[in-house]
């Protein structure tokens, strides 16, 4: 049965076939509003009929050939019309955001107009990537050519709903591949309206897909499906390692995920700009209140410059604006659920148990008001080997440990399960080279938050150890949804 063809506050069901269809679902989940904890409307809890009818719908669109084989200029045409739809409806859908999980309005680091500029990077890119000619006998001809891997299911977090979305939409359409996006169940109406925007920018019916529901059951399906032939996920290290037991599970479906992270700022005593480092700690802290996979959680400084350091990013963190996220002069709102909330408090009063000595923070917030906040937290003294020091909080939680030499530095740094990223601070080109070959993930030299577009939506990255695998971002990131493809004639 199709429903109304745009979502709006009271209707969230799966979008199949360009338009949104009762689920099959009886049960339900609570979309509740973080900044108040008040309950926003309802989403069907998903069942493996949505599931079924989403998966086929993809593979008829990819069969079919309207949207794989089509010419490159056509998918390029709509796309870049698929981008400037989103930034008409730029502000909706950051309000979308906003009242669903959290994140200000006031923010602009991944906000809707970031994706409208991503999914026009992947437009501009779809015929950017070429295949192989080989060299060989005078009676043969060997080359490789990239061609779309086929259903594609994403499965994206609730941290930056919008622009995680397009993150995995972008490059598997530009790839030529149909789509089943898996919101969080915690903020959905940005994927079904993302939808529904496709289709008005004149993607073929069926090429995209969204079933909104409850991970264990929408996302555990889709792994487990065996018409799907990959999953792109984006969320913990625990539900990732998940998503791959299911893909083996089934039909060996590829799996990208992008997991876990404890990144470190690394800042040594050697000339560095001081008030630039407490400026991108504090930013990259206070940014969606601390959750993004990436953020610099552990400070690893030179124990000669510790205090002072510490004293100016506290400075820093005073000059949020905590409250609702939909007040456009908020700065800092509430985490994204109760659940999140709860977690969070667990590892501030774990840390005190554990002896680690709390600088700032570690309270909550306007509770009067019903919502999930909680004050910017710094803990020093932190032992590397602690829970603080190891487990993803995913909050605006800095655990302060300190080093004496570079050696040291490296060890603490690398001294945990994942590596997504790392951030070095340094005025030795030498040394800032040493680290960039000792750390086991990505590196920024002198930067947290980015000031310039450096490479724009062109660079890529891949994470190490448990924080995922594949490579995402840039025309080498949409390469992971193309498969390679080897051809041999042989005309003797």
């Known amino acids: 049965m199709k429903l109304n063809s745009r979502c709006d506050r009271s209707e969230v069901a799966p979008f199949v076939d360009g338009a949104l269809t009762a689920s099959g679902s009886r049960n339900t989940a609570d979309v509740v509003n973080p900044s108040n904890g008040q309950r926003n409307f309802v989403i069907p809890a998903g069942c493996l009929g949505d599931v079924d009818a989403a998966v ?26 698929f981008a400037d739809l989103i930034a008409l409806e730029s502000r909706a859908f950051d309000a979308l955001d906003a009242e669903e999980m959290g994140k200000p309005i006031s923010e602009r680091f991944a906000n809707a107009q970031a994706a409208s500029e991503l999914m026009g990077f992947y437009a501009e890119g779809l015929d950017k990537s070429v295949g192989d000619v080989y060299t060989c006998d005078k009676a043969s001809f060997v080359a490789q050519r990239f061609v779309p891997r086929g259903v594609v299911a994403a499965i994206v977090p609730w941290n930056f709903p919008t622009y995680a979305s397009v993150l995995k939409l972008a490059p598997a359409l530009a790839a030529g591949n149909s789509v089943v996006l898996k919101p969080s169940e915690l903020s959905t109406r940005s994927a079904i309206r993302l939808a529904e925007v496709g289709i008005e920018a004149g993607l073929p019916l069926g090429v995209l897909n ?9 996302g555990r399906a889709l792994a487990l499906h065996s018409d799907v032939d990959m999953v792109t996920f984006t969320g913990s290290t625990e539900v990732g390692k998940l998503v791959l037991q299911f893909a083996g599970q089934s039909n060996m479906k590829l799996v990208m995920a992008e997991c876990g992270g404890k990144s470190a700022h690394i800042v040594f005593d050697d000339g560095v700009n001081l008030q630039s480092v407490a400026d991108n700690v504090a930013t990259m802290l206070v940014t969606n209140q601390g959750q993004i996979c990436s953020v610099g959680s552990r400070l690893v400084v030179q124990r000669s410059i510790e205090s002072k350091l510490l004293e100016m990013i506290l400075v820093r963190i005073d000059q949020i604006k905590v409250g609702d996220a939909l007040d456009p002069n908020t700065t800092f709102g509430p985490l994204a659920s109760a659940k999140q909330c ?4 667990e590892f501030i009063e774990g840390a005190r148990s554990d002896g680690a000595k709390l600088v700032k923070g570690g309270r909550r917030l306007l509770e009067e008001t019903g919502g999930y906040f909680i004050e910017p937290t710094v803990f020093g003294s932190v ?11 995913f909050g605006p939680v800095l ?23 790392a951030y070095v601070w340094t005025c030795d080109l030498s040394r800032g080279m040493r680290m960039v070959k000792s750390l086991r993930s990505s590196v920024r030299v002198n930067t947290g938050v980015c000031t310039g577009e450096g490479a724009g939506y062109a660079a890529s990255h891949e994470p190490a150890r448990q924080s995922g695998i594949g490579c995402e971002g840039g025309l080498t990131g949409m390469e992971s949804y193309l498969r390679r493809q080897r051809i041999w004639f042989s005309h003797a």
């Open 383 to 393: 032992v590397p080997s602690s829970r603080l020091a190891q487990e993803e909080i």
């Open 342 to 345: 709860s977690r969070v408090m």
């Open 56 to 81: 086929s719908s993809a593979r008829r669109a990819f069969e079919s050939g309207g949207w794989s084989a089509a010419p490159p200029s056509l998918r390029k045409k709509i796309l870049h019309c």
């Open 399 to 421: 655990s302060v440990m300190s080093f004496d030499d570079e050696v040291e530095a490296i060890e603490i740094a690398n001294g945990t399960q994942y590596g997504l990223a």
């Open 210 to 218: 969204v079933v909104p529901g409850l991970g264990e059951i929408v």
